[in-house]
């Protein structure tokens, strides 16, 4: 079965960094785009980053671009988030996400949580 696995989150200092990774089975995982996704306490969960099946393509929440890195490593089907400059704001759970088949499919979440 699917499986999307995240880790990586932690408490960190303003400005600090973290890398997230989420470790993906149960599917082809070079086929098909991943994304990244975050849900703050009291807010809905909102698209970070994505990234297409080969990499070659990106796209970013306005609120992280130039923070913010997604890429992925197909054979080690992975897929990561690194953070930099990261804010108060960016406080959350961050979820990785996977469409296929008609299907949405999430990982468990990691908890990332900004704060001096």
């Known amino acids: 079965q699917v499986q999307l696995v995240e880790s990586g989150g932690g408490l960190v200092q303003p400005g600090g960094s973290l890398r997230l990774s989420c470790a993906a089975s149960g599917f082809t995982f070079s086929m098909y785009r991943m994304s990244w996704y975050r849900q703050a306490p009291g807010k809905e969960r909102e698209l970070v980053a994505i990234?297409?099946?080969?990499?070659?393509?990106?796209n970013y929440a306005d609120s992280v671009r130039g923070r913010f890195t997604i890429s992925r490593d197909n054979a080690k089907n992975t897929a990561y988030l690194q953070m930099n400059s990261l804010k108060p704001e960016d406080t959350a759970v961050y979820y990785c996400y996977v469409g296929l088949a008609g299907r949405d499919y999430w990982g468990q979440g990691t908890q990332v949580t900004v704060s001096s």
């Open positions: 990234i297409t099946s080969r990499g070659g393509s990106t």
